[in-house]
DNA sequence: GATGAATGAGAGTTCATTCAT
DNA sequence: TATGAATGAACTCTCATTCAT
């Protein structure tokens, strides 16, 4: 294995373990044995758990952003564009591998001095408006550029709300409700 | 002091700790010593550290559910009553108290086997939902009484959508453009 | 409840305890809770665990002696009497209540330095070898005195091998043997 | 020092506490501060307490094999090799390491549900059994197989005793007296 | 005489990280 | 570069005993 791609492979088994079990409740060790590596070799790819952490919530959410653009970009264009987000949000729910969101099970569990992590998180969800603003802008066009910002802001927070709430009672109605929602303001 | 004292005395503590560094990162030792009380004495009126969890849980709800149905009812009755939640979190949000929904904070940091806490924390929403839902009973009596159910979950989600938001983002945006949205809705 | 019944409702208790569970592995809260007392109430009674492990061992062997010698004379005069001790040892095997000898899992879970309970438990079982020689007096009167006793050393060898030994193999081929050896040896 | 010297040097460490001390009323505070090494690494060599328990019965179990055939194989083949067993006991009992045996010591310590130790101690006692039966086999060629294998057990019953009661009383006539009457049976 | 709340000391175990090889 | 043994600090929890009431 080369290099880089052992520092892949340690990403994926520790973002695996970190976004089903916890980061903290993940200890090196659990790592390690499930990557097939020794302590030392992960301790040459990365500085301590932290950078683990950083790199996780990378992978996460670069895999997040390809898959939600292409599931919207698969509708046709408008309302419907729009509203995909829901849709792959239902998907993204009945798969096994669901467990919440990454940002907010990370952030409860760290220190508020953690300002790395933090930022790192906090841009992430910035991505994730300035997607929604764009989807918005260019599926409802009709919108002064301010409606738009507002709208993007609004399903963001619906989005937000029920990635949260269908991972908490483990039922889709939150999705579906974010849905309706969402579409009656955009119509 | 009373049995009863020491034992809310404890559970004060250790809320404020829970709520403020995170479960897993608050030590028993940390409880005790803020407590100033020996380790021995906290086991004596707590089987385990769940149990404290457990209590800290129910006496943030309690005091949360306390305090919103006041800020309501402090509202001349109508949509006034209903946007008062996001009075509250407003308020909320500004105290320098604020970190968050300690559910999801605590949820995020417990193995999934822990059924315990998780139905504890699944019940308080439930509450909070059955909340939101006599609320528009009592204020939207134009409504069916499907529409009023439906229309409790959307602000449930909203307001469950900015108290996560808006301590993420360390800004109270999230909770403005929730009770904008809100309003839109129940005009 | 009198004075002295509420201090042998204690040893009994605690007896149960001790016998079963283990001296070190049976805790004073255990045995409170189990007695239905206050902590207090046990240390008005007893000045500490270890004088709660004496009475325990003393309430053990006088049941004991009273319980072997009357297994002893319910037989006919002679040999037989002298082999009842394994008939009552395999009676008091089958028994439910049986783990292995008291004094011997007792004495494994102390210090060295514990003389004080460490010479009850020699005392104890020096007053099994005084019945096992008076026995064997009254029923083997063909042998000298000096016989006497080393067949009572050796009976009381095969005992308490017998003892240690079905209990730890949990079947009773141990006194069947020794019954068989100490027959041998007093025909 | 090599990973398997460091495990040989806990298992000593451990073994002369857990023999001498006992199980429970040894720590492991002891056993590393004995050891000079960290408690980490204790727990790197060895998964809990339990597992140096059982290493340390086998190394016992296994010095004792190795020495009381050393002892036996010494003598001139016949009646004394068999006697043997109770002449390498009365060395045991003199050197000032004898702590009656380790088996019986430790299952009084233990709960009746720990299977895991239970069995490694039957099996250890099965293992003296069987080399009795060989040396009775071996030496009292005369005797048919039958009366060998009761013999031999009627030897470990006494050695069982004597090694108990030599030890409880601290005095050395239980070896004595069980070797006499081993004496006796086997011409 | 009876209580139950409080305690200091210590139990066994796990943690992320380092370092000599 | 890759290793695995070693670590100090922290973890949750339990113990027998005491003391004010």
Known sequence: MK????????IKTASHLFYHKGYNLTGINEIISEAGIA???????FKSKEDIC???LQYKNSAFLTKIKEVCASKKKG???VLAVFDFLEAFFKDKDFNGCWC??????LPKENQRIRSEIQQQKNSLINFLTELVGQNLPDHSTLEQQKLAKQIYLLYEGAVAESHLHQNDWPITSARELCNSIIN
């Open 54 to 56: 950083l790199a996780y």
């Open 3 to 10: 290099h880089s791609e052992i520092k892949d492979h340690i």
């Open 104 to 109: 907010i099970n990370t952030i409860s569990e």
């Open 39 to 45: 302590k030392a070799t992960l301790y040459n790819h």
């Open 79 to 81: 309302i419907g564009q």
